[in-house]
C-alpha cells in the first residue's frame, strides 16, 4: 500500500488467521499512516441496501467524515464520500470481501471504479482461496483495477510458528504436551488455539505428557465441528469420499491411489485435493506429491463415520 497500491486481498482456508490478520494489519495501517479504517463484515451483508446502512453507520461513527442519513444515500454517494476522506484518507477493510462481492456485481464495480478514480481511498480484504484468482482477473472488481490488486496468501503454522503460538496461549503446559497438539493439530491456527486451551482447562495444571493427551484429543474430535464443520458442510460428494480415504490411515496416499480407490480417473482426483489444500482440510507433502490430514480430523472423519454407520444401521432396523 505504501507502494501504491490500491487494493490488497488476504487468502487463506476457513480457521488459518484472515480475520485476525486483517484486524491486526488495519490497526498498524491506521496508527502508522494515519488513515481512517472503515470496517465491514461482507459475510453478514443481506443486500446492497443493507452494505448502505453499514457504510453509514461506519462512517457516522467517524468524526472527520460526515455523512447523511442512509436512506438519502446510494452506494455511489458512500463510496465518493469515501475516497474523498476529508480529514484523513480511509482505509476500507473487507472480511470475506468474496462474499459481499459475488451475485453483487454492482457492488464489485462500484468499490473498483471509487479506487481506480484515483481516490486516496485504499482496500485491505480477505477472502477464500478458491475464489482469489478471479477476485484478481476475471471479476468486474479487477477490470476497474488492472494491475492494482495484490494478493497474500497464508496458511496453516510451520512445527516453529504452531510451538510459538501454543505456549504463548497456553504457558501451563509442558514442551512434551506442546508438540503433541503441534502435531495433532497440523499447524492449522484455529486447531491450534482450540487444542491448547483444551488442554489447558481439562489438565488443570496436572502433568501427563503426550500419553495422556491421547483421551483428551478423542474427546476434542467430538468437539471439532468448531474447527471442521464448515468447510466440511460445503464439499461436494467426491471430495467428502477423498477425504474420508485420507482419514483412514495415517500413511500419506497419492492422488493415484485415492483415484484407484475410489475407481475415479487420477486428474479428477488430482484437482479435487488441490481444492482441499486450499480449503485447509488437506495437506500436500513434496516433492513426491503425497496427500494426507491433521490427525484431529481424521479422529472427527472417523467419529463421523462411525455414527453415519449407527444411523443407516438403526434405519435398517426400522
Given at each position: 500500500?505504501?507502494a501504491?497500491?490500491?487494493?490488497?486481498?488476504i487468502?487463506?482456508?476457513?480457521?488459518v488467521?484472515k480475520?485476525?490478520?486483517l484486524?491486526?494489519?488495519t490497526?498498524?495501517?491506521?496508527?502508522?499512516?494515519g488513515?481512517?479504517?472503515?470496517?465491514?463484515?461482507?459475510g453478514?451483508?443481506?443486500?446492497?441496501?443493507?452494505?448502505?446502512?453499514l457504510?453509514?453507520?461506519?462512517l457516522?461513527?467517524?468524526d472527520?467524515i460526515k455523512?447523511?442519513?442512509?436512506?438519502a444515500?446510494?452506494l455511489?454517494?458512500?463510496?465518493?464520500?469515501?475516497?474523498?476522506?476529508?480529514a484523513?484518507?480511509?482505509?476500507?477493510?473487507?472480511?470475506?470481501?468474496?462474499?459481499l462481492?459475488f451475485?453483487?456485481e454492482?457492488?464489485?464495480?462500484?468499490?473498483?471504479?471509487t479506487?481506480?478514480a484515483?481516490?486516496?481511498?485504499?482496500?485491505l480484504?480477505?477472502?477464500?482461496?478458491?475464489?482469489?484468482?478471479?477476485?484478481?482477473?476475471?471479476?468486474?472488481?479487477?477490470?476497474?483495477?488492472?494491475?492494482?490488486i495484490a494478493?497474500?496468501t497464508i496458511?496453516?503454522?510451520?512445527?516453529l510458528?504452531?510451538?510459538e503460538l501454543?505456549?504463548?496461549?497456553?504457558?501451563?503446559?509442558?514442551?512434551e504436551?506442546?508438540?503433541?497438539?503441534?502435531?495433532?493439530?497440523?499447524?492449522?491456527?484455529?486447531?491450534?488455539?482450540?487444542l491448547?486451551r483444551?488442554?489447558?482447562?481439562?489438565?488443570?495444571g496436572k502433568r501427563?505428557?503426550?500419553?495422556?493427551l491421547v483421551?483428551l484429543?478423542d474427546?476434542?474430535a467430538?468437539l471439532?465441528?468448531s474447527?471442521?464443520a464448515?468447510p466440511?458442510?460445503?464439499?461436494?460428494?467426491?471430495?467428502?469420499?477423498?477425504?474420508?480415504?485420507?482419514g483412514s490411515t495415517?500413511?500419506?496416499?497419492?492422488?493415484?491411489?485415492?483415484?484407484a480407490?475410489?475407481?475415479?480417473?487420477a486428474?479428477?482426483?488430482?484437482?479435487?485435493?488441490?481444492?482441499?489444500v486450499d480449503e485447509?482440510?488437506?495437506?500436500?507433502a513434496?516433492?513426491?506429491?503425497?496427500?494426507?490430514?491433521?490427525?484431529l480430523l481424521?479422529?472427527?472423519?472417523?467419529?463421523r463415520?462411525?455414527?453415519?454407520r449407527?444411523s443407516?444401521?438403526g434405519?435398517?432396523?426400522?
Open positions: 500500500m505504501a501504491g497500491t490500491r487494493a490488497v486481498l487468502a487463506g482456508a476457513p480457521g488467521g480475520t485476525s490478520v484486524a491486526a494489519a490497526e498498524r495501517i491506521g496508527r502508522q499512516t488513515r481512517e479504517v472503515v470496517w465491514v463484515n461482507g453478514i451483508v443481506a443486500s446492497e441496501g443493507h452494505l448502505v446502512r457504510l453509514a453507520e461506519a457516522g461513527a467517524v472527520s455523512i447523511e442519513p442512509a436512506a444515500s446510494s455511489e454517494d458512500l463510496c465518493h464520500r469515501l475516497a474523498e476522506g476529508y484523513r484518507p480511509v482505509l476500507l477493510a473487507v472480511d470475506d470481501f468474496d462474499l462481492v451475485k453483487r454492482h457492488v464489485g464495480t462500484t468499490i473498483g471504479e479506487l481506480a484515483g481516490s486516496a481511498m485504499r482496500l480484504a480477505t477472502c477464500h482461496p478458491a475464489a482469489r484468482d478471479r477476485l484478481v482477473t476475471a471479476h468486474s472488481f479487477a477490470r476497474c483495477l488492472v494491475g492494482g494478493t497474500v496458511g496453516p503454522f510451520n512445527t510458528e504452531a510451538h501454543v505456549s504463548r496461549r497456553a504457558p501451563r503446559l509442558t514442551a504436551e506442546c508438540a503433541a497438539i503441534v502435531v495433532e493439530s497440523g499447524g492449522h491456527p484455529a486447531a491450534l488455539v482450540f491448547a483444551l488442554a489447558e482447562l481439562s489438565l488443570g501427563h505428557g503426550a500419553t495422556g483421551h484429543f474427546r476434542a467430538e471439532a465441528g474447527v471442521y464448515e466440511w458442510a460445503a464439499l461436494g460428494p467426491q471430495q467428502r469420499a477423498i477425504l474420508w480415504q485420507l495415517v500413511i500419506p496416499k497419492t492422488a493415484a491411489e485415492i483415484a480407490r475410489l475407481s475415479l480417473p486428474p479428477q482426483v488430482s484437482a479435487q485435493l488441490t481444492r482441499l485447509g482440510l488437506a495437506q500436500r513434496t516433492p513426491r506429491a503425497h496427500y494426507s490430514v491433521a490427525p481424521a479422529r472427527w472423519i472417523a467419529r463415520a462411525v455414527r453415519e449407527h443407516a444401521a434405519a435398517g432396523h426400522g
